[in-house]
């Protein structure tokens, strides 16, 4: 019963993006305001993380299976897809790192941060 319960907190915040998705007209993904009304609701501690951790780790968990059918939708548009795989590998080359260094960026602000919080 507690699975369900978390598994309809996180569904209700889901259908409350899609209706702020709808309602507002920003090119923004109804997932994206779901996720940053949980966001929202986990730091004001409305919605405490326990209400929803066992299913969410679920979810994470499980998060690899959902990949299976969009992979075979590349694979079944492959032919279609060589014309452009120089483009495609120069923009993913290019993105991974552009992630990764503001990852790293981001780490180092936030270690520096802790750091000096404790001196």
Avoid: N, W
Wanted: hydrophobic share 55%; glycine share 4%.
């Amino acid at each position: 019963m507690k699975y369900l319960i978390q598994f309809s907190i996180i569904l209700l915040l889901s259908f409350i993006g899609e209706l702020l998705s709808f309602f507002i007209p920003l090119p923004i993904p109804a997932s994206i305001y779901g996720l940053f009304l949980m966001f929202i609701l986990l730091c004001t501690k409305v919605l405490k993380l326990s209400h929803v951790k066992e299913a969410s780790d679920f979810l994470i968990e499980i998060m690899p299976v959902m990949f299976i059918p969009v992979t075979v939708g590349i694979m079944d548009s492959y032919t279609t897809l060589t014309s452009i795989l120089p483009e495609i590998l120069i923009v993913s080359i290019l993105g991974t790192c552009v992630v990764m260094g503001v990852s790293a960026i981001i780490t180092q602000i936030i270690l520096k941060r802790k750091r000096s919080k404790k001196q």
